[in-house]
Structures are given as C-alpha cells and as structure tokens.
C-alpha cells in the first residue's frame, strides 16, 4: 500500500516511513486552558470555579466579579495594567457586550478585545495562545452550578 505524499507512480513499503518532527503543545511558561465547563477551568492543572484572569505567561489570576451587571471600568483597567496584545472577555454561559465606556482602558493603550461566551472564549484564547500571541482570557463565571470542567 502506497503511502500519502509520495512521487507519482512509486509506492513505499508498509513499513517503511518518512522522519517527523513532533512538538509538545504545550511550551513550558505559558498558561493553556486544559478543560473548561458551566462551572469553571483548569489551567495548568488547576480548576478554577470562579472568575479568572488567564493571561499568556505569568500567574492565573481570580478575577474579583460575581455577574455581569457588576462590572465596572476597574475590572478593565486591571487588564489593561496586564499590557497584553488582546483580551479575549467570556462574557458568560451566552453572548453579552459591556457598556463601551466600561472598555475605556483597553481602548486608551490601543489593546483589542473580543467578546463572545466563556466556552468560545477558552477555545480562542488556545488557539491564539499556539500561534504565539499575547493573549489575556477574562473569563466570567457567575456560579459553579456544574460540578464538572470539562474538555
């Protein structure tokens, strides 16, 4: 059977495979997100079932909301101290957007943020994470009514 990849007309031997090169996906120092769920994350092989500062390198941070409607200008201004490229904000178990005037600090240092919910956000925040970028996830987790994190 010939293998995938090969010049035209030859074939290779079953046994018979070219060299690769793998990699580890996780690069020592960086903070990915290994499961998420309704009631939190683990990072680094710690849950997390409160709201959580997550951001490219450094520590994982609780990040003191309890619900939406408590967010405040501060909230945001302590992300933007973190001086990452993008914030990636999971607004929750469903989409919301903050009032623009709560982004002010983001807005004023020319850092971009993206809304969209907590689950989408654990996803994005990986996948721009592996492509190098710095990259801070504020996740909202507004109760730990699940007691699973899941993958």
């Known amino acids: ?47 997390h079932r409160r709201s959580v500062l997550v951001p490219w390198r450094g520590a994982v941070l609780d990040w003191p909301v309890a619900e939406f409607g408590a967010l ?22 469903r989409i919301r957007f903050v009032r623009p005037a709560l982004l002010r600090p983001l807005m004023e240092r020319r850092i971009g943020i993206e809304t969209m919910d907590t689950a989408a956000a ?6 721009l994470l592996a492509e190098g970028r710095s990259v801070l996830a504020a996740l909202l987790f507004e109760t730990a009514t699940s007691p699973d994190v899941r993958g």
Do not use: W
């Open 72 to 93: 405040t200008e501060a909230h945001f201004a302590a992300l933007a101290e973190m001086k990452p490229e993008l914030v990636i904000f999971g607004s929750g178990s």
């Open 122 to 127: 654990c996803r994005t925040y990986n996948v």
């Open 1 to 47: 059977m010939p293998l995938e990849g090969g010049a035209p007309g030859q074939s290779a031997q079953p046994d018979t495979y070219a060299p690769m090169k793998l990699q580890a996906d996780r690069i020592e120092g960086q903070n990915a997100i290994a499961r998420h769920g309704p009631g939190g994350v683990i990072v680094n092989g710690t849950e």
